[in-house]
């Protein structure tokens, strides 16, 4: 079991859960987030005024999927997030030891 973590641009999170949702993922977590990567932000001009921006609002998805579902979830999600433009985002993969469901006891991939 994996845990994929996707750094994304605010406006692609409903193609982003329709992508995971055509691969048959039952949830996912949602988390607004601010941050910024090699650009350390940018500058806007705001009428007439030029501001630095350097935390730029994103949000940030977990997904629980089983090992062999995880190259999968990864193209989905880059394939939706992607618009070829600087700052589409990130994905992390990290390892889950355990999985409970508490309602019903059930445990690792059938907790899933």
Excluded: C, W
């Amino acid at each position: 079991m994996k845990i994929v973590m996707a750094i994304i641009k605010p406006f692609k999170l409903e193609e982003v859960r329709d992508a995971l949702t055509a691969l048959g993922v039952h949830g996912l977590t949602v988390t607004e987030v601010k941050g910024y990567g090699r650009q350390k932000g940018h500058t806007e001009i705001y009428r007439g005024a030029e501001y630095a921006v350097s935390f730029l609002p994103k949000l940030k998805i977990e997904v629980a999927v089983a090992s062999e579902f995880v190259s999968q979830a990864i193209e989905a999600i880059s394939n939706a997030a992607r618009t070829g433009q600087i700052g589409d985002g990130k994905i992390f993969v990290m390892p889950i030891e355990q999985a409970v469901r508490i309602r019903t006891g059930e445990t690792d991939n059938d907790a899933l």
